[in-house]
């Protein structure tokens, strides 16, 4: 060891050879705590919590667009669809069958999967948490690429716009496996 140096955990403490004065080393311990907030965010039972979070995400669209099969019950479903082909405009409506009906299978497959990816979280995590985080931002990537694609070639390219919204949340710190 050098005369002059030591070393003390994380921290570097410099001493002078003159003055025998020790310098504070804050500006790294300031680097270390932003650190330790990302590393947080991609811990196991972060990602695990954050399961939780995108499942509400998915799941949430599947009663509002239930909702849209009966003409009483369907205004949140009509202003739902309103906002997510932007402008809002009342364009939007729910008076034809197949619209109904199309908003029955819509609810009903966002809602199953947000209890799928609810229930993966609660049974499959624990056993195998890479495997199931890639397996719900495959799904969502998947349900990006083809809901994007489908929103700009039906001229709803404001809804593609919302999706990134709707990925970046529901995905969080998902994107990167948790070190184990």
Known sequence: MRKGFFLFKKYKIVRKRTTNQVINPLPLQHKTTNHLNFIIMRTQSFHKFWLLITAIVVGSFGPVFSLGTMLATAEPARWTLDVLSWPVDGVQNYEEATTRFLTALTGGFLFGWGICIFFLQKWVYDKAPNETRKAVVAG?????????????????????????????????????????
């Open 140 to 180: 969502l990537l998947a349900w990006f690429c083809l809901d994007s694609a489908g929103s700009i070639a039906s001229g709803n390219t404001s809804n593609a716009f919302i999706n990134v919204l709707v990925l970046l949340l529901a995905v969080g710190p998902l994107w990167l496996p948790a070190p184990k």
